[in-house]
């Protein structure tokens, strides 16, 4: 009598983690790029970026052979892409802290992880998603953008997700930190203050040489510039900062920052994770509840 063996399936945990984190956040992602209420914010602050671009395309910098509409479309690309990946991430997380989201999916073997990687992979997909569709509107309004050769897209593309990649990496840093919803603003003060010297609706050689100095410690400002590289004719390099695009530089910053913020977010997240108890939800929700007077 011949015995048969049948050869057990393997089970590896930490893939089926990572499986049904991505499940999660492919819904997550369907779910606000179809929601009527998502797709009208989204539309309205794209609207607000077109017109502010407008307005500036009636005006030129110097000898550019753009006008400034041209010239703030890549800076607006990447502010957008900033804002996404890090007060995205930083919303999600401590909201959800708050509201006991994060709580419940430490009850499920991976629930954690599988949270966090579908949060990052919704809002990494609805992100591109904005990044491109900005990009389209752009290539139709301005002239002047240089988008015709596989390089450039290669170019764009890189950068896109390189400074993709750090931004999430930041905001998952910073998500960990802000135990509280009150606390975004003191996210966001210094994310305005950086859009703010960082270039993206001008160029940055009309700042003083301190406060260029202190954009080019953080990644937004090369974020623009590498865009900025893959839209506009390579004469307009004569504006910027030693009058060149300086693309390894782009590319050194923003792995430096997604290297550095990668490994520190999973120590960080993992330590956010751990604290997280009924105690500590209930007392951050009677903080709340004070805030706001309820």
Do not use: H
Request: aromatic residues 8%; positive net charge; charged residues 10%.
């Amino acid at each position: 009598m011949t015995t048969v063996m049948r050869r057990t399936p393997r089970f590896n945990p930490t893939v089926n983690t990572y499986r049904a984190g991505l499940r999660r956040g492919l819904i997550s992602a369907r779910i606000q790029l179809t929601t009527p209420s998502e797709i009208v914010g989204t539309v309205v602050m794209m609207g607000l970026m077109v017109v502010a671009l407008v307005f500036l395309s009636q005006g030129t910098f110097a000898s550019a052979s753009v006008d400034l509409g041209a010239m703030g479309l890549p800076g607006v690309i990447a502010m957008g892409v900033l804002f996404s990946g890090v007060m995205g991430i930083v919303g999600v997380l401590s909201m959800d802290r708050t509201n006991g989201t994060l709580l419940r999916s430490k009850s499920v073997p991976g629930g954690t992880t599988g949270y966090l990687v579908g949060e990052i992979t919704a809002n990494l997909i609805s992100t591109v998603v904005s990044a491109l569709l900005m990009l389209i509107v752009g290539l139709l309004l301005f002239d002047g953008l240089e988008f015709a050769s596989p390089l450039r897209w290669l170019l764009f593309a890189s950068v896109l997700v390189l400074g993709l990649i750090s931004t999430l990496a930041i905001g998952a840093v910073l998500g960990a930190l802000v135990s509280n919803p009150k606390f975004m603003g003191f996210v966001m003060m210094p994310v305005m203050v950086l859009v703010g010297i960082s270039g993206i609706f001008y160029p940055i050689v009309a700042l003083p040489g301190w406060l260029q100095g202190i954009a080019q410690a953080f990644p937004l400002y090369w974020y623009g510039l590498g865009l900025r590289a893959s839209l506009l004719p390579d004469a307009m390099s004569a504006v910027e900062i030693t009058g060149s695009w300086r693309l390894e530089w782009v590319f050194i910053v923003l792995a430096v920052w997604a290297a550095v913020c990668l490994s520190l977010a999973p120590k960080l997240l993992g330590r956010m994770a751990r604290r997280e108890s009924g105690s500590t939800l209930a007392a951050r929700r009677r903080d709340v509840q004070q805030q706001w007077g309820v």
